[in-house]
């Protein structure tokens, strides 16, 4: 792997055919039945390089030290670890001084505090150290990232491709769409809570429609949508996020704030689709349309909905999101 010689990173014939062995069936990694969608860090010296940036931003714990550096018992130390992913960590690999191994997760922490890509890509630094970044995007894609080499996309089968992919696209689209229509002088602190949540649909969500609609229409107005829940006093998620991040905000409201947006997560795990308007407000769940007669639509019964939706050119709609089972993600938006 080149990216590996461009950030300098040690990487002996076994560990580095361990590492390949790994990303190989990455995409479909399982533990108990239960899917996963790992976050990899390998690094070089990974102390050293984060050492400007502050604990109060970032922890990391270390579960296991003084391992082989050839990598010959990874995979053992890594099937410990890699369930930590589904709950936000990052499972890291750290070459110290070529001389030892350390397995262990990071993360970052913090409301207004970017993610943990953008915190720890944006501080470390590349002279004490090397590091690259694998996060799984798809049912074959691993997204890399690395201090010296260009973000880029990876299948499953190693034929990369530069630029971020269409998952990623997805999530900054849907991003920006439920974010259009926020009035707030905190827009930016909010734009980075709701970056890290969206972010959480790839590993919490196992596939889900979510669309978007304006602001100031009526959910009961729209036709399109049938049965399902919808709520007679909207659930303003940007509300409960502006209150978390205030200056003087007790527990309480960063509480509420994460109650709320992991309810939002588990509606979009609900069968149906999730509506949310331009200003953040969560409008219903469960909710189903009936395809369009006549028009030919290939895949599952999500993908049938996502292009009812879209086909139907309805103005009041701004964009629909769609995830697959195996974490793929589209968004279309509306050009009326």
């Not at 390949?20 to 010296?45: F, G």
Request: aromatic residues 8%.
């Amino acid at each position: 792997m080149e990216c590996l010689e461009n950030e300098n990173i040690p990487f002996c014939d076994v560990l580095k055919r361990s590492l390949l062995s790994l990303l190989s069936k990455i995409c479909i990694y399982e533990e108990e039945e239960v899917k996963i969608r790992p976050m990899i860090l390998v690094a070089r010296n990974l102390d050293s390089m984060i050492s400007k940036i502050p604990s109060l931003f970032l922890e990391t714990v270390r579960i296991s030290d003084g391992c082989d550096i050839t990598g010959k018992d990874m995979m053992k130390q890594l099937k410990a670890i890699i369930p930590f992913c589904n709950n936000g960590w990052t499972a890291y690999i750290n070459i110290i001084e070529d001389s030892h191994i350390s397995y262990g997760v990071i993360r970052s922490f913090g409301l207004k505090t970017n993610s943990f890509t953008d915190l720890i890509f944006s501080l470390a630094d590349s002279e004490d150290g090397g590091l690259l970044y694998f996060s799984v995007k798809g049912k074959t894609e691993i997204f890399l990232k690395g201090l010296k080499t260009v973000d880029q996309v990876i299948d499953t089968r190693f034929i990369s491709s530069e630029g971020i992919g269409e998952q990623t696209n997805a999530v900054d689209m849907l991003l920006e769409d439920i974010t259009r229509g926020v009035t707030s002088q905190k827009l930016s602190e909010i734009k980075i809570l709701y970056s890290k949540l969206l972010q959480l649909t790839l590993q919490k969500v196992h596939g889900t429609i979510c669309t978007v609609i304006k602001k100031d229409v009526n959910l009961n107005d729209i036709a399109l949508f049938k049965d399902g829940i919808r709520f007679s006093e909207i659930i303003d998620l940007t509300e409960y996020a502006e209150k978390a991040l205030m200056e003087k905000a007790d527990s309480s409201e960063l509480e509420k704030y994460y109650a709320i947006s992991g309810l939002m997560l588990e509606m979009m795990n609900v069968d149906g689709i999730t509506i949310i308007d331009e200003a953040g407000r969560i409008r219903g769940y469960n909710i189903f349309v009936e395809s369009q007669q006549g028009i030919e639509i290939t895949g599952g019964a999500r993908t049938r909905a996502a292009h009812t939706i879209v086909q139907s050119k309805n103005k009041n709609i701004v964009g629909v999101y769609l995830q697959s089972q195996d974490g793929n993600a589209s968004y279309w938006r509306n050009d009326l």
